[in-house]
C-alpha cells in the first residue's frame, strides 16, 4: 500500500488557536487528496478534499495542497472542544482508485 | 453523499466460525471498497469489491480469509472466515459515488473473537 505519513501526536491546542495537520505521501501520481475526521467509537467523516495546489477554505478549515513537495495539510482556526477527534489524511491512488490513509493525527483543544 | 447501512453493528464470535458483514447504499455506487481498523490503528484498505467480478484484493488479504460478495450497486458483503482472536477489529464499508472522488463510510462492525 502506498505510504501516507502524518504526525501522530497526540496535538494540543488551546480553544481559539490554530491547529495545524500535517501529511506526506509518497506516490507521485495521486491526485486526490481528502481529510477526515474520527471521533472515538466512531466512523471516518469527510471534511475536507482537495485537488489541485494551493489553499482551499471551508467555514474554519484550509486545506493545503503542494504537489511537488508531496505535502498536504490542515488547518483549523479558532479550534473548539469540540474539533477534538483524531484527524485523517488519506491520498486516492491515481487509476486503482483506492483510498489509503495515514495513521492519524489525535487533536485536543483544551478549553 | 449515500446514506450507507452495515451491519450487524457489533458482534462477539466464537474462533473458527465465520460472519458475514453487510452493506446496503440507498443510492447506485460506483465504488465499494472494504477496511479494517484495529484498535487504535488507521485504516487499512482489505479490497475493493468489484460487481460482479472478484474483489481487488490489498497486499496482505486473501479471498478465503475475507471473501467479497457485490452483486449490484448498491450491495456488498464482507465475509470473516475461520475466526481467530486476531480478528477482533472494526470492519468499514465504504463507497464511492463516481471514481476518483471522495469516500463516504458507514457506521462500522466492531468484531470480538473470543
Known amino acids: 500500500q502506498k505510504e501516507v505519513e502524518q504526525n501522530s501526536g497526540p496535538l494540543s491546542v488551546p480553544e481559539g488557536a490554530i491547529a495545524s495537520l500535517n501529511c506526506t505521501y509518497s506516490?507521485?501520481?495521486?491526485?486526490?487528496f481528502f481529510w477526515y475526521r474520527q471521533y472515538s467509537g466512531k466512523s471516518p467523516e469527510l471534511i475536507m478534499s482537495?485537488?489541485?495546489?494551493g489553499d482551499k477554505e471551508d467555514g474554519r478549515f484550509t486545506a493545503q495542497l503542494n504537489k511537488a513537495s508531496q505535502y498536504v495539510s490542515l488547518l483549523i482556526r479558532d479550534s473548539q472542544p469540540s474539533d477534538s477527534a483524531t484527524y485523517l489524511c488519506?491520498?486516492?491512488?491515481?487509476?486503482?482508485?483506492?483510498?489509503?490513509f495515514g495513521t492519524g493525527t489525535r487533536l485536543t483543544v483544551i478549553p | 453523499s449515500a446514506v450507507i447501512s452495515q451491519k450487524p453493528s457489533r458482534d462477539i464470535c466464537q474462533r473458527g466460525t465465520s460472519l458475514t458483514i453487510q452493506c446496503q447504499v440507498d443510492?447506485?455506487?460506483?465504488?465499494m471498497f472494504w477496511y479494517r481498523q484495529q484498535p487504535g490503528q488507521s485504516l487499512t484498505l482489505i479490497a475493493t469489491?468489484?460487481?460482479?467480478?472478484?474483489?481487488?484484493?490489498e497486499s496482505g488479504f486473501v479471498i478465503d480469509k475475507f471473501p467479497i460478495s457485490r452483486p449490484n450497486l448498491t450491495f456488498s458483503t464482507l465475509t470473516v472466515s475461520n475466526m481467530s482472536p486476531e480478528d477482533s477489529s472494526i470492519y468499514l464499508c465504504?463507497?464511492?459515488?463516481?471514481?476518483?472522488?471522495?469516500?463516504?463510510f458507514g457506521q462500522g462492525t466492531r468484531l470480538t473473537v473470543v
Open positions: 465504504s463507497v464511492a459515488v463516481t471514481k476518483n472522488t471522495e469516500a463516504f
Open positions: 506516490d507521485r501520481v495521486s491526485q486526490s
Open positions: 482537495i485537488y489541485s495546489n
Open positions: 488519506a491520498v486516492l491512488e491515481t487509476g486503482a482508485n483506492n483510498l489509503f
Open positions: 443510492s447506485q455506487v460506483t465504488m
Open positions: 469489491a468489484n460487481q460482479g467480478s472478484e474483489a481487488t484484493y
